[in-house]
């Protein structure tokens, strides 16, 4: 096979965008703001890496691609662009939120990590082939683990990474023994050509442990349970904004590129006209194999992120528990399996991300004056630092689910295209039931951190919180985000539901 | 036919040199497991071998039986072996281990049994020379070998960072 290499540079022309972007910022930290204040240090690399993704992201906008290379390897088409675009902006947000920080002298080392993690997601969201998949799988991961052990001075960020690292390289392992078991049985590396080569194979035990492996290590990537162990501590343990990035980016890529996989047919038929329908029958056969598994991670995942959530003291364990809920709102977005399902899913999941990056921003602001991120250090924010408190109101109703803001309609999207998909036997029904109750739940344990904000007395001897500008315009650029989507929905939705048009689903 | 007992030999070899590896009934010496995994991995370059993949073979001996078991016996050497040795095995966790293997065992089992004995990939078209492999790298599979590459980079950054101590 002839591949054109100036076409595959064009092509992946926002991934190394950010490569050199990332490899600018360690190599600018190393030579010329070496002997800076690490203050600026971190506002002239941090302005590099964002530069960077800014330049990716115009890039995508200016030169619309659509275009399959190296059989699936990297598929370039509107949806996973828009999806991209949502990724770097996340990154975005991270680096912005993390420049406040202190927790380490490596500034380019950091951001560079970063930069080369969202590298990983964004090669995770154009692929459509399982050998792909597994490496920007392991691309960002790795980045990840490193940017969770970051702050050297603390050994709950090394305990953190290990618990993270280890549970992370266990569940690789499972993916990638699924995904061995799946080319054994198939014989292809290409989904779409997987999809066709399994039709006719009828659904054997093999494939049902192929697709519980892949479930289980996917099931880690976006912590769901009972594969959600490591998450509490490596959220509290983290760097606040490495935490961030773990929360809002990587679920973003995991979830795209998770229900891409339990979607073959559907999206696998792009490769080559022919698979198409034959792919999409393959798995609607499949999908009584992997829905009750699915079913059932989701339903623990809701029922015991929720239930815990609600007794934690530390706000980040509690956004943790919270993140765990929400990644089983989010399979129900999965099960659904169809366009629509996958265009609710991605707004869930943008709009999710950008408002846990605001939250954790938040929790960042107030740890670095108070050192602790329990929820008593909150007390009487409001009268300490208004604007700060104002952000994390947004984003915690957001999280809840109180309808102007994003993640109300995230939820409704995701469970209209449920009961849409089971609409002639109501199959999931009982999945939307509970989800709405546990949301009811959820409800407690956020207000209970306003609660600590507006209501409780400030502690004595307290003064107002000092917060940088920067600090302050960004949270309110992310609050201001959420509320815009919230109010706006079709922003994002309507680019969304044209582009999966666009892109065949 | 000979291929046959060859591929039985070394496909034996590997399952028990890798049992051997994380359960050995005589030794709980660390370096022991890491010895057998040594002959383990030999006994997969024996595979590799009779798949026509002879350059896979020697790197698998060159890279794994020798760097990276090398590194491993350094580690394990600059470690405190005594208590390893002498820690106890718990009850909890091997009746644990035993039933999770054997759910897996059986599952292979039985869907070994279910399916038809003549499927699987037939007679594979390896070519294994280091020039096909080389075309392969820089072809098909040049995305992959690019974003390796990055990985290497994340893992050289992440180690020279997380080994050196912080001088402030």
């Known amino acids: ?505 | 036919m000979v291929t046959d007992i060859l591929f039985y030999v070394f496909a034996i070899a590997t399952l028990v040199f890798g049992a051997l590896v994380v359960a050995n009934p005589f030794s709980r010496n660390p370096v022991t497991s890491a010895m057998f995994l040594v002959l383990t991995i030999i006994s997969m370059a024996g595979l590799f071998v009779l798949l026509h993949a002879f350059f896979l073979a020697a790197v698998q001996v060159l890279v794994y039986a020798g760097a990276v078991m090398v590194l491993f016996l350094f580690v394990i050497m600059l470690l405190d072996l005594k208590e390893e040795e002498q820690r106890k095995i718990k009850k909890t966790g091997l009746v644990a281990g035993l039933v999770s293997v054997g759910a897996i065992v059986a599952i292979f089992i039985r869907s070994l049994l279910a399916s038809e004995p003549s499927r699987g990939l037939g007679d594979p078209q390896l070519e294994g020379s280091t020039f096909a492999l080389g075309k392969l790298l820089f072809t098909d599979y040049l995305l992959p070998f690019e974003i390796v590459s990055l990985l290497l980079l994340v893992a050289m950054v992440g180690v020279i960072l997380l080994s050196k101590k912080d001088l402030k």
């Not at chain 1, 022309?13 to 030579?31: C, H, K």
């Not at chain 1, 609600?310 to 528990?321: D, G, M």
């Not at chain 1, 307290?462 to 600090?471: I, N, S």
Request: proline share 3%; glycine share 8%; charged share 10%.
């Open chain 1, 1 to 505: 096979m002839n591949v054109s290499y100036l076409e595959l540079l064009k092509l992946a022309a926002p991934e190394t965008i950010v490569v050199l972007t990332a490899l600018a910022a360690l190599v600018v930290d190393l030579t010329s703001t070496r002997d800076l204040e690490a203050r600026f240090r971190f506002i002239i690399n941090g302005m590099i890496a964002c530069a960077g993704c800014v330049a990716a992201i115009v890039w995508m906008l200016v030169m619309p691609a659509h275009a399959n290379a190296l059989e699936g390897m990297f598929v370039v088409d509107p949806l996973t662009q828009v999806v991209k675009i949502a990724l770097l902006g996340l990154t975005l947000f991270t680096v912005l939120i993390s420049m406040d920080s202190t927790f380490t002298e490596h500034i380019g080392e950091y951001l560079a990590l970063i930069l080369l993690a969202a590298v990983g997601m964004m090669f995770l969201v154009s692929a459509e082939d399982i050998l792909m998949i597994f490496i920007s799988l392991e691309l960002t991961s790795l980045s990840l683990y490193i940017l969770a052990a970051f702050n050297k001075r603390d050994v709950n960020s090394a305990e953190a990474a290990l618990k993270y690292f280890l549970f992370g390289g266990m569940a690789a392992a499972f993916t990638l023994f699924g995904l061995s078991l799946l080319y054994g049985l198939s014989g292809a590396t290409n989904l779409g050509q997987i999809a066709a080569a399994l039709e006719d194979k009828g659904l054997d035990p093999l494939l049902i442990v192929a697709m519980v492996m892949i479930v289980l290590g996917f099931g880690f990537k976006v912590a769901a349970v009972p594969f959600h162990l490591w998450a509490p501590d490596a959220y509290q343990g983290a760097p606040t904004p490495s935490a961030a990035f773990i929360a809002s980016g990587s679920k973003v890529a995991s979830f795209f590129i998770f229900a891409k996989v339990m979607m073959i047919g559907f999206t696998g038929g792009e490769t080559n006209g022919v698979h198409e329908i034959a792919g999409s029958a393959a798995w609607q056969q499949f999908v009584s194999g992997w829905t009750p598994v699915v079913a059932v991670v989701a339903v623990l995942s809701m029922l015991l992120g929720n239930l815990v959530a609600i007794v934690q003291s530390s706000v980040k364990r509690l956004i943790a528990y919270s993140a765990i809920a929400h990644a089983g709102y989010m399979l129900i977005g999965v099960m659904a399996h169809s366009g629509e399902a996958v265009a609710s899913l991605v707004y869930y999941a943008v709009t999710y991300g950008l408002t846990t990056i605001g939250a954790f921003g938040v929790v960042a602001v107030v740890e670095a004056r108070s050192k602790d991120d329990q929820l008593a250090s909150f007390a009487g924010l409001s009268r300490r630092a208004p604007v700060v408190s104002l952000c994390m109101m947004i984003f915690m109703l957001s999280l809840a689910g109180i309808p102007p803001l994003a993640g109300f309609f995230g939820k409704f999207y995701v469970f209209a295209a449920a009961l849409k998909t089971g609409a002639p036997n109501l199959g999931l029904l009982w999945l939307v039931i509970l989800a709405i109750a546990m949301s009811a739940v959820s409800f407690y344990y956020y207000l209970q951190v306003l609660k600590q904000i507006y209501v409780a007395d400030m502690p004595a001897g307290a003064e107002e919180l000092r917060v940088p500008v920067l600090g302050q315009v960004v949270l309110g650029l992310i609050a201001v985000g959420v509320i815009l989507l919230g109010c706006a929905p079709n922003l994002l939705v309507g680019v969304l539901q044209a582009s999966i048009k666009a892109a065949g689903l």
